[in-house]
């Protein structure tokens, strides 16, 4: 068995073959290439029992060698793959599971009843899609002693006639130090078009199988579905347990968003929404505000993560106003209806919402050198935090508990004395208070499933509320300052009904939040 540790990258640019080759000549790395061409096919049972262990069964043939792989469960965080692989000769196209070691199967016989052993999912065998490519490998060999695989794969993968190509890198360590991969990457990354790759070539045909293969049962294609394309949440949890300590609280949390950050990223760049993107921008916060909650047990040198944090942050900050201008110009959304008879603020609001920046424009950043070299970043901090405890562990972490509630607790305190149980607020002091819930809320997000779920959504759903309405006063101040440069009898109505509009919100605001500032914390 091998544990293979590497990066895959997306790449966009033309003649990648040849510039890759000048860049290592340039920099003067030691390598040797090689180009070859491989056909791949998948295999699985038509229950999909393989997808379902999180396994992928190929069988390769690559200059008159066939070779079967089986890659068992493993992590994929920001591109950076490690997965158990075993790799066996064989003398035919078929796969032979019986060649592959016994103890890889013991998932599967404690967790699947219809897993009834090898010899039948071996004769349930079917092929399922093929991956065909050409690919160029660099081996190279830097002065520090360590070993990089660089490969570069074009081809395409197959499914029934349908077909989607395959265009990318990937960077495994032989031998050596991490760092080096990171170093080798970041290289690529300041020369080429890359992002991340969260998805192996396996996930991908699994996801071209499902698109046209309108046979297969409805339970079976959510599953490949909804591994491909996860729901969308607000504010997600971070899925903390009772035993970790509080460096490895911050881990694991970290580890988790940047999953659900590539997923989304993926989602965008494949159809661009301003749903995703507030998702996305949702997530780059939640990264960020763990550095503030944990910076105590962090070292001094992350500061650096947490302010390019911050710059990318602060660069997708339009993101917010252009969903409010999205909420008035839709056609099914609140307000269309009655500003529909005004075409000349339809029109006004349409052109203000064309100066958001473009979908392409927001892909060029995910592709973009910082961007890769923040991901590189919070990846290297992510190897060098201690392991996580084992999953089963019923240690109960005081530390965690003290660290978790004092946080809670301040971070409410700060919010409660802002917003003043007891006081009317207005449109501005509502908006001016809406980032200290933001943060009060992320705070939960991160600590909130060390307690009690009934309790915790008690708690939290009011102060969601407050937070969607809050969101809805945006969107009103824009149309507000939209319709301050117009004038006229039919314009004077509009105000007249936005003036009221505001007025019922903010009465339906003040109780939402007397509601959740009643409600009692979920940690004391």
């Given at each position: ?23 290592l000549?340039?920099?003067q ?19 999909l029992l ?93 002065d ?11 081809g395409?993968i ?33 020369n ?8 192996s ?34 504010l ?21 968003s ?16 301003l749903k995703?993107l ?87 950043i ?7 070299a ?20 019923d ?18 305190v ?13 449109l ?63 314009f ?33």
């Amino acid at each position: 068995m091998n544990i293979e540790i590497e990066l895959k990258y997306l790449i966009i640019n033309d003649n990648v073959i040849g510039g890759i080759t000048a860049l290592l000549k340039k920099h003067q790395l030691n390598f040797k290439k090689k180009v070859s061409s491989l056909a791949n096919c998948y295999f699985d049972s038509s229950d999909l029992l393989l997808r379902q262990l999180d396994m992928g069964l190929r069988v390769r043939v690559v200059d008159d060698i066939i070779e079967q792989t089986i890659k068992t469960a493993g992590k994929v965080v920001a591109g950076l793959h490690q997965r158990p692989e075993y790799n066996i000769t064989i003398t035919n196209k078929e796969p032979d599971l019986a060649l592959f070691p016994t103890e890889i199967w013991s998932v599967a016989q404690d967790n699947f009843h219809n897993f009834n052993g090898v010899e039948q999912l071996q004769a349930q065998l079917i092929p399922f899609f093929s991956t065909d490519f050409e690919r160029v490998t660099w081996l190279i060999n830097n002065d520090d002693g360590s070993q990089i695989e660089l490969v570069f794969d074009l081809g395409c993968i197959t499914v029934e006639g349908a077909s989607e190509s395959i265009c990318e890198l990937e960077l495994e360590l032989v031998s050596g130090e991490t760092k080096d991969l990171f170093t080798l990457a970041q290289l690529l990354a300041d020369n080429f078009l890359l992002r991340p790759g969260i998805k192996s070539k396996a996930a991908r045909g699994y996801a071209l199988f499902a698109q046209h293969k309108q046979a297969l049962q409805k339970d079976q294609q959510e599953l490949i579905t909804n591994k491909q394309h996860p729901k969308i949440t607000p504010l997600e949890l971070i899925p903390l347990k009772h035993s970790y300590s509080i460096e490895q609280s911050f881990s694991v949390g970290l580890e988790f968003s940047l999953n659900q950050l590539q997923k989304m990223i993926d989602i965008y760049c494949a159809q661009p929404s301003l749903k995703v993107l507030i998702k996305i921008t949702e997530l780059l916060a939640l990264i960020r505000h763990g550095f503030w909650l944990f910076q105590e047990h962090l070292p001094k040198s992350v500061q650096i993560i947490r302010t390019d944090l911050t710059k990318l942050i602060k660069e997708l900050s339009w993101v917010e106003n252009a969903t409010y201008f999205q909420e008035l110009t839709d056609k099914t959304g609140n307000y269309r209806k009655k500003l529909a008879y005004s075409e000349q603020l339809i029109s006004q609001l349409k052109v203000e919402k064309s100066r958001f920046p473009a979908a392409d424009s927001v892909i060029e950043i995910f592709y973009s050198p910082r961007f890769n070299a923040m991901q590189l970043a919070l990846l290297n901090l992510l190897l060098t935090v201690n392991d996580h405890p084992e999953e089963n562990s019923d240690q109960h972490n005081d530390d965690l508990y003290s660290f978790a509630q004092d946080k809670l607790e301040a971070s409410l305190v700060l919010l409660m004395n802002n917003l003043m149980q007891h006081k009317k607020l207005t449109l501005t002091e509502y908006l001016s208070q809406q980032k200290l819930l933001i943060r009060s809320l992320l705070t939960g997000s991160w600590c909130g499933s060390l307690y009690s779920k009934v309790e915790r959504l008690e708690f939290r759903d009011p102060w969601l509320d407050v937070k969607q309405g809050m969101d809805e006063l945006h969107t009103l101040l824009t149309l507000q300052q939209q319709l301050s440069s117009i004038s006229g009898e039919q314009f004077e109505k509009i105000h007249g009904w936005l003036d009221s509009k505001v007025d019922s919100l903010l009465l339906a605001l003040d109780c939402s939040r007397k509601n959740a500032m009643s409600m009692t914390p979920y940690w004391r």
